[in-house]
């Protein structure tokens, strides 16, 4: 007796396998293709309106879907707003995921309110090496859920999504047992077993000297070793536990700073990366760093902040940035060129620094033309901009010899990458010393 989802109408997530499974016998599971939908925003606009009408959401949606792909062979309704649509390959899977993007823009009248909702794709195709048709629905649910930490709106399985998954989950677990056991002394910044800062330079090549020190946080995990950060950071901002991670980084970096030698006649600063969510709780971040400041009795204009431009710029952010620089410390937008931030909005807020993210760099001595021409008005233009408005410049990911004249050609004079250094343990750090050669 096949199953049916009591609210839709639509397949059960556990006839929608057994029909998976039973196309498979009959044409081949190669042959097969399967889209997993989720309805974006549809979590905000239940909070919103209320249980009732956002069935009635759903239910719409359902008979849309029944309506319009009446030639699918199966639509299943896998779990809340997770819809699931199976295709034999004789379609043209390009159209039909077309069609699921029109399908998204087609506004709703539920209760009285027009309500339009967007979605977002995991798409599964079928290989004769698969054993059962319950994978193939789990491939399709593995690829939404990487579009969803990837936060694109389409994302075709591939089988390294698995490995990856597994290595996401294990960071997860022994994240959350390592600041189970660590969190007294990450608050405390003390040396503990697993978490360090390594330091990267920002040179001025113009005074040949260093500007300032980057932290950078490393996990040196007891089984795995050195973790970097772009695995454990994005997991960690998931979890909701950057702000455990947040005041240990503030707190141990102050520290540092303090114990920098003069360097040329100069002392340099430190730089600390802020992460988006440590604004949530601005009143803590503030705190914190009052608080090292104190302690560690450094200046606080020897700190510069770099707060990552996709970073929304809201009214809240806006007062949190007055307040900093109140502080006395420097504001710098890390990653820039790769949010959404309008460059009119440089003049409004209290930023310091722009630092133009490494794929320009990068794009500088790329074969294709059109790239390097593109990377090359977009570094040069920000230039000129950022002096225009009193702006300094950081360029990152500078690697070669060949980039650091293109760049120094542009005007630029704040320089980091690993033509000067890596990022380095604190010790190592403060014996660095430029090579005037390399200048």
């Not at 008979?63 to 309704?77: C, D, E, N, T, Y």
């Not at 007891?222 to 998931?238: C, Y």
Request: aromatic share 6%; proline share 4%.
């Amino acid at each position: 007796m096949p199953q049916f989802d009591t609210l839709t109408g639509l397949f059960s997530r556990r006839e929608t396998i057994a029909c998976v499974e039973a196309l498979a016998r009959d044409c081949g599971i190669e042959h097969l293709a399967i889209i997993d939908v989720e309805l974006l925003r549809f979590g905000s606009i239940n909070n919103a309106v209320g249980p009732d009408t956002a069935d009635k959401i759903i239910k719409t949606a359902a008979a849309r879907l029944l309506k319009q792909f009446s030639h699918v062979p199966v639509i299943g309704r896998l779990h809340g707003d997770h819809f699931c649509l199976i295709f034999t390959q004789s379609e043209n899977l390009e159209d039909e995921i077309s069609k699921l993007l029109e399908f998204a823009q087609r506004p709703m009248a539920i209760e009285g309110q027009i309500i339009v909702l967007g979605l977002r794709l995991g798409i599964a195709k079928g290989k004769a090496s698969l054993c059962d048709g319950k994978t193939l629905v789990n491939h399709a649910e593995i690829a939404l859920n990487n579009a969803k930490r990837r936060n694109l709106n389409i994302v075709e399985f591939s089988p390294t999504m698995v490995s990856d998954a597994q290595q996401a989950h294990e960071i997860e677990n022994d994240l959350r047992v390592s600041l189970f056991i660590n969190s007294n002394e990450l608050h405390q910044a003390l040396t503990n077993n697993e978490f360090e800062l390594y330091y990267q330079p920002i040179i001025n090549i113009a005074r040949k000297r260093v500007e300032y020190f980057e932290a950078l946080i490393r996990w040196r995990h007891p089984v795995k070793g050195l973790i970097p950060p772009l695995q454990f950071i994005p997991i960690a901002e998931r979890i909701n536990i950057m702000n455990i991670l947040g005041q240990f980084i503030i707190d141990r970096a102050c520290l540092d700073a303090a114990n920098i030698p003069e360097m040329k006649g100069h002392t340099p600063g430190i730089s600390i990366n802020i992460s988006p969510s440590q604004f949530q709780d601005a009143e803590i971040l503030l705190a914190t760093l009052e608080r090292a400041i104190q302690t560690t009795g450094i200046s606080s204009k020897q700190i510069q902040l770099e707060i990552t431009e996709s970073t929304e710029f809201c009214h809240v952010l806006e007062d949190s940035l007055a307040s900093l620089k109140d502080l006395g410390v420097k504001l710098s937008i890390d990653d820039f060129g790769t949010g959404f931030s309008a460059i009119s909005r440089l003049i409004e807020l209290p930023f310091d620094c722009i630092k133009i993210d490494k794929s320009f760099i990068r794009d500088l001595v790329c074969s294709d033309t059109k790239t390097r021409n593109k990377a090359e008005k977009m570094i040069s233009g920000l230039i000129r901009i950022a002096e225009s408005i009193g702006l300094n410049i950081i360029v990152e990911g500078v690697e070669t010899k060949e980039q650091l004249a293109l760049v120094g050609a542009f005007g630029a004079t704040l320089i980091q990458g690993f033509y000067f250094a890596k990022p380095m343990p604190f010790d190592q750090a403060i014996s660095f010393r430029i090579e005037e050669e390399t200048v």
